[in-house]
């Protein structure tokens, strides 16, 4: 069995420790987190006993007492993921980190810095990739069919109770701690138009603001006291799919739940567009919108190519191609993967296991693919800052200076 330990026990831990110990070839043996109540959650959802594991408050602690640990997950907020990653690399432990890389530039190559002097074994939390409904539309581009991809349209359309999730989350709703909202909805969407576009980012644009949930004199700080109970999607407790973790985000949030959506004090933005060019001519453009229900919610993706187009809403579980020459479209199914992301978060979970099985496996959605999508997010919202397009300036060994 694999000692791994998790680090930062919130609702996303859920998503690996369950689907790592089902494995049976993992015993989680120690957790790191300030809550007791969150590691509980966790520990119950996964089925392990707390007598088997020593729990922490301070990673440090834990990485200074564990001696003996096979591999390690870090699920703690944005702004404190480089720290326990870069102590965890240098032990040469394989990690699982979730998503984003950090939320600076800098913070970002110092993690690039350790990976690369240790060959770390690391797999970042762009859990996207490994969802079926990518996974074909990766295939068939590859395939030619449409020939080679011109420009690409995708948005995130989010549901009310993420869209809760983000602005009434302690550390989310505000751009110090979690990157701004770019970074934190979406840099799994910057990491798939990286992906698909295999050139690199070379110009950056984008707009956005917080555009829907403004502060609004003539409703209350509190839902309690608000008339708009039974007309607002957002009053008290926001709607959650019942994804793995929904239950532990809504126990993170149990002391803003009550605060208004519109006046609780938050500096994220709810509604960006983003336009990229790449190295190799690719154009894209992508739009993150709060407060999306219903029909062509959630992730959405055209890909027009030269010889053709694909597209498709992840929740609809079907893809559309249309080959230019014949003029026929055919429509694909995606088989229905059980599990959060569209079935991708057990699959991605597991490539803690074919590391620590295998220790030349290095997955795709590694350091230097984190610190890409990093790179997009922050240069969007410098864009936004300063009112101006940004250039990525690429140094011999890679890092990007936003200029
Ligand atoms: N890959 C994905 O699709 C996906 C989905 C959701 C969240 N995430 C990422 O997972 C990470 C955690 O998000 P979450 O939803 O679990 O948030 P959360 O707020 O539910 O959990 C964060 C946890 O970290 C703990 N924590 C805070 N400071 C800590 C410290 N110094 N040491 C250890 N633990 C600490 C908190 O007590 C909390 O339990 C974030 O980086 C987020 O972006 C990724």
Redesign the pocket.
Known sequence: MFKVAV?????????YAKPLVDSGEVQIVAC????W???KN?LDYAKIDEKTIRYY???QDLLDSEKELDGAV?????N??H??AIAVLKRKIPLAL???LTTTMQDSEKILDVVRENRSQLVL????RSAPFYQIIREQVDSGRIGRIISMQADELVMPGISS?ITR????RFAEQ?GGSMM?KS??DMDLMNWFAGGRPETVSSFGGSLLFRPNPTLPENCLDCPAQGTCLYYKKPQFSEAA?DA??Q???ERDLDRCIYNIDKDVYDNQVVSIQYSNGILVNFTLAFNCIGERGGRNIHIIGSKGRIWGNIDSNQIGIHENLSNKTEHIAVPIVPG??NG??NL?ALNLVKMLKDSSCRPAQDAYAGYLSNAVCIAADLSIAEKRQIHFRYRANGYIDLV
């Open positions: 680090i930062g026990c919130g609702a996303r831990s859920l998503a790191a987190d300030p809550s109540v969150h590691t966790m408050t301070d990673w870090v699920a703690t907020p944005n404190l993921h720290q326990p979730e998503k984003p939390g762009f859990v996207l999730v989350s302690p550390w989310r979690s934190e840099s799994h973790g532990v985000l126990n993170s949030l959060g992301h991708a978060d991605h």
